[in-house]
């Protein structure tokens, strides 16, 4: 396939009930020309899908998931519902006026003025109008007006209110069912519980009047239920069954053998004994607890989007633009690059942008987690969704919509939530030829009953019903997904971005965590300690200028930490005539000295024996030993070819390093340091943050390379690095975990995102992992569990030894609960606590 047309897509599905449903979607699209993957999670009801346009459609795609009897969402409703709060209106003419020109704008398909409130309702296409649009037309007109509310229609929200509105649908079916399938029960059983009848309905007098009353509570009931049979009974005739097949079956196939005893009791033949041979409140009850049970599951589900609803309340819906010396109050949405916003103390921020002017404290807690608020000037960087606390700022917006951090938070908490883990794989492929084996046992069950087992038909009918009515496919399909779900969604809310489920089952796998030194255990700011001078030639203080001017042109934390200190001290320097790096040794310059220039070389000792530096002794040797030996970097400082200082710079570790090593090393974890520092200085830093094994002197690019080996050695490796010059090594690494300084961070980098500055989030990282992966296994076990044991018990293999048979009504129950189970077991999740440091 040519990479070029190759496209990746994630597009709702709606009409999922079970995973044989996900299954069916996932065979035959993944086996259509043109599909590279094809992917169904039953949980989020999407489907993840790579295919080639150039041989395939999207309107193709649609087609044949229609066919299966689903709907594949192509398009999403870009509708707006905006009310206006209108200024200056006198009369019904005003209010007919605005409504007549804003009505007649491209785009709007609703405008409504209400003159006693002075509000407007206008229902707009986004793509085509904007609310600034609206207002200007109406200002135009000689009114004014403001945003008052705003209903937007994003994928998610949309999703979520149709979710909603289902379960309220649910709601309004279900408490009828439950009350009638009762009365059917309490009626059909009142001998048995010693409830006495009128007489005029009794079995034992007027057998015809007992049955048509349950048969007549009953129809209701299958009524109110019917989707079982609308999708059930189609599924089944397309060769494809899921679990409302077996419902439908199920229960039809009860309510016709009653149905039928019904019509011969009204025909005299033998009225007294079928009588007690009806199944109505078999249906009844069935089809009201699995409609419980379907509405426990929803509303669970509902639950397990939560992290994104709370993401997504972070951004107002509306901003204060400031234009032409107004302040109008627009949509975030429709917020462009280059646009002034006013944020008002209390109010948070719309979209990423740089502040213009103004001072104030900004909350980023909901973030990074970082409890402090942030001062903020103009120039300083502020995101979308934090909290202003105190002061007006006014910010230039240069990353809106999709771009900002927030969109890219929830986009990948989305992907992440829509992905699969390997641990799945077993699952899904037993769920597609589920749904046909239980119908094959039930019928084998039923048959062997009557025919070998010499039993009565009732007996043989209770064995066939309960077979298809215990049996959960949802508890498998479901296992898996929701707990990825809720694990990286309560990941989000912890500052832990996990990429995809795959990303999540490795992280439990990690045996060994490889940590970058430079700004992941320490730092990454490190600072001049120690400046030895030796020099006859020039004083400390041209030295240093010197030293900043060579070093000016360097990106390196070194440098940095050099020039800065050069610069507290008020030092004049000036930018090198030339400059260049030696990797792994150092850098040498050319420097202007008075009026000529000098040849520079600051590095370590093999740069100066290289270069064969006059006045290197043994003692200045050890002197730089016993700097390393403390922790510190030492360098050599050269001009012209003569050694002129020693000088040591540190990076000191992060407060929460020993605490967290620990903490790993408890959880069975081998923790690595890699580092570019000599030996003895990564020794002593090593030594320090409680860490047993370094590699020391590696090379940028040779980081990679390092992993490699370790995973040679059989390790599962995870990598810790800041996501960008270690981008390779994370890329290498079994698990790549990029560690951001705040929420400025490379997202793209690694398998798992670190919104933190700090190595709490490794420790949360792992420990959510394993939590997650034990909670699916005890999920899968669960739903494997239960149809292993409940089939072969609802067959009456347990009869034939003398035990129970089992109740159709309690296998409905039983197969109810288990799926809710399952949903609620993943939700424990939500609950989740990072390990103490």
């Avoid at 994928?155 to 069912?177: G, H, T």
């Avoid at 973030?367 to 942030?374: F, N, V, Y």
């Avoid at 298809?468 to 949802?474: E, G, S």
């Avoid at 000016?552 to 005539?577: D, G, I, T």
């Amino acid at each position: 396939m040519g990479a070029a047309n190759m496209k990746k897509m994630t597009l709702p599905v709606r009409g999922m009930h079970c995973a044989s449903c996900s299954a069916r979607i996932e065979k035959v699209v993944g086996g259509l020309d043109g599909v590279e993957e094809c992917t169904v999670n039953l949980a989020s009801e999407t489907m993840n899908v790579e295919f080639d346009e150039a041989r395939l459609s999207l309107e193709a795609l649609a087609h044949q998931v229609k066919e299966l009897g689903f709907e594949l969402v192509l398009s999403r409703d870009l509708r707006q519902e905006v009310v206006l709060e209108i200024q200056g209106m006198s009369c019904a003419s005003c209010s007919s006026r605005i409504e007549k020109v804003v009505g007649g704008l491209p785009g709007v398909s609703v405008c409504s003025v209400n003159l006693a409130t002075e509000k407007a309702r206008v229902v707009f296409a986004a793509d085509l109008v904007r609310v600034r649009d609206l207002i200007q037309t109406i200002k135009e007109l000689g009114f004014s007006a403001t945003v008052s509310q705003v209903e937007g229609r994003s994928s998610f929200a949309e999703k979520q209110k149709e979710n909603r509105q289902r379960l309220r649908a649910m709601v309004r079916r279900l408490w009828p069912a439950l009350f009638l399938a009762l009365l059917v029960m309490v009626f059909s059983m009142s001998e048995m519980v010693g409830i006495s009848l009128p007489a005029a309905v009794t079995p034992g007098q007027h057998p015809f009047r007992y049955a048509l009353i349950q048969f007549l509570l009953v129809v209701p009931v299958l009524w109110l239920g019917r989707n079982f049979y609308l999708i059930g009974i189609p599924a089944l005739f397309r060769r494809a069954p899921n679990m409302d097949s077996l419902i439908a079956l199920g229960t039809g196939a009860a309510f016709i053998y009653s149905t039928w005893n019904l019509i011969e009791i009204g025909m005299g033949i033998e009225p007294f004994h079928k009588a007690h041979d009806l199944y109505f409140e078999s249906a009844a009850m069935l089809i009201a607890l699995v409609s419980l049970g379907k509405y426990l599951e929803a509303r669970s589900k509902l639950k397990t989007s939560d992290a994104i609803s709370k993401l997504m309340a972070l951004t107002p819906d509306t901003a204060t633009l400031l234009k032409d010396g107004e302040q109008i109050k627009i949509l975030a949405a429709e917020i462009v690059k280059g646009d002034h916003i006013l944020v008002r103390p209390g109010d948070r921020v719309a979209v990423d942008g740089l502040v213009k002017s103004g001072e104030s404290a900004v909350d980023e807690s909901m973030l990074t987690g970082e409890s402090i608020a942030l001062k903020k000037g103009p120039g300083d960087r502020l995101y979308g969704g934090t909290l202003n606390k105190n002061g007006a700022l006014t910010v230039v917006a240069d990353k809106v919509g999709e771009e900002t951090m927030v969109a890219r938070i929830i986009r990948l908490v989305e992907d992440a939530q829509g992905s699969k883990a390997p641990i799945a794989n077993l699952a899904d492929r037993i769920s597609l030829y589920f749904v046909p084996t239980v119908m094959v046992i039930a019928l084998v069950a039923g048959l062997s009953w009557y025919f070998v087992g010499q039993a009565d038909f009732t007996f043989a009918l209770r064995i066939f019903i309960a077979v298809l009515v215990i049996a959960c496919p949802c508890a498998m399909g479901l296992a898996t997904p929701t707990s990825i779900m809720v694990g990286t969604g309560r990941g989000a809310q912890l500052g832990v971005l996990v990429k995809n489920g795959g990303a999540l089952e490795m992280a439990q796998k990690v045996q060994t965590i490889i940590f970058d030194k430079t700004g992941t255990l320490t730092h990454g700011r490190p600072s001049l300690t120690d400046f030895l001078h030796f020099s006859r030639q020039f004083d400390r203080e041209t030295l240093l200028a010197l030293l900043a001017s060579a070093e000016s042109s360097s990106e390196h934390p070194l440098a940095e930490a050099l020039v800065n200190y050069v610069r507290q001290k008020q030092l004049p320097f000036s930018a090198p005539l030339a400059f260049q790096a030696v990797p792994g040794r150092g850098i040498e310059a050319q420097v202007s000295c008075g009026q000529q220039s000098c040849a520079l070389l600051l590095g370590n000792v093999t740069l100066m024996q290289e270069r064969e530096v006059g006045g290197l002794s043994v003692e200045i040797i050890a002197q730089a030993a016993e700097l390393s030996a403390a922790g510190k970097t030492a360098l050599y400082l050269s001009i012209n070819g003569e050694l002129q200082a020693l000088v040591g710079v540190a990076d000191h570790i992060k407060s929460e390093t020993p605490a967290t090593i620990r903490k790993l090393r408890a959880m069975g974890l081998e923790v690595v340091m890699l580092t570019g520092d000599n030996e003895k200085t990564a020794q002593a830093i090593a030594a320090e943050a409680g860490i047993d094994r370094v590699i020391a002197g590696v090379l940028p690019d040779h980081k990679a390379q390092e992993v490699k080996r370790l995973q040679e050695e059989g390790r599962v490796v995870a990598m810790v690095g800041d996501g960008i010059n270690d981008a390779p090594a994370l890329a290498t690494a079994d698990l790549g975990i990029a560690m951001g300084t705040g929420i400025d961070v490379a997202i793209e980098s690694g398998d798992v995102v670190l919104m933190k500055g700090n190595l709490d989030g490794v420790v949360t990282a792992l420990a959510l992992s394993r939590a997650t992966m034990t909670n699916i296994k005890q999920n899968l076990f669960w739903a494997f569990a239960y149809n292993i044991i409940g089939i072969p018990v609802a067959a009456g293999v347990l009869y034939i030894f003398g035990g129970p048979t089992l109740n159709p009504m309690l296998a409905g129950a039983a197969m109810a609960l288990s799926s809710v189970s399952v949903v609620t077991n993943a939700l424990r999740l939500r609950f989740f606590t990072s390990p103490q440091v």
